[in-house]
């Protein structure tokens, strides 16, 4: 049976954190189809939590073969955003996307929350006020803005798995996006 990229981007991360001894988290979510039909159940609001050097980091997941990442529905859930958005406006937390972009070299991105939902408003003609270098795309984030807005996730190919270097991403993360004391 074939692994979902996704979920071994999501192990891969995992692992280079216990590596790296930085806390992980993976939110659970339940499987649709084990549901009997007709019964509900709430929508996680990310997928990980992680924990380094005094920040909680809420984080959504995503992986695409393509250069780009789609708003639709289907791939970035409102539910997800608005989340996102709630967490980061408390004190030791910093909330945000981490975009995998698999072709052609294993891109890896942490775009924060607001640097997401700031880039979103622009491409979707709600605010002009900045401006990117890269190509603005209306309906997706593609891999330049990312490089752009983002800070990237450095990775090594082992034999088969990414080892990711998220201490080093966190750190960064946290000069630019914690409190100051």
């Known amino acids: ?35 009997k039909q ?7 609001n ?8 005094n920040y909680l980091f809420a984080i959504e997941l995503k992986s695409t073969k393509a250069k780009s990442i789609s708003f639709s529905e289907s791939m970035i859930k409102k539910h997800q955003i608005e989340s996102l958005k709630e967490a980061a406006k408390y004190e030791g937390i910093i909330a945000g996307f981490i975009f995998q972009y698999r072709e052609p070299d294993n891109k890896t991105y942490f775009v924060h929350i ?5 880039y979103k408003d622009h491409a979707e003609g709600r605010n002009n006020t900045i401006t990117y270098s890269n190509k603005v795309n209306k309906s997706s984030i593609p891999i330049g803005i990312c490089e752009e807005i983002g800070i990237e996730l450095i990775n090594i190919k082992k034999k088969v798995k990414f080892r990711y270097y998220i201490k080093r991403m966190l750190d960064e993360a946290i000069v630019r996006y914690g409190e100051e004391s």
């Open 114 to 118: 607001d640097d997401f939902t700031t």
């Open 1 to 35: 049976m074939t692994v979902n990229k996704g979920k071994e981007f999501e192990q891969s991360l995992k692992d280079s954190a216990t590596e790296q001894k930085v806390f992980f988290y993976r939110i659970k979510d339940v499987p649709q189809m084990m549901l």
């Open 38 to 44: 007709g019964s509900k159940v709430s929508q996680n």
């Open 46 to 53: 990310y997928d990980a939590f992680l924990y380094h050097n």
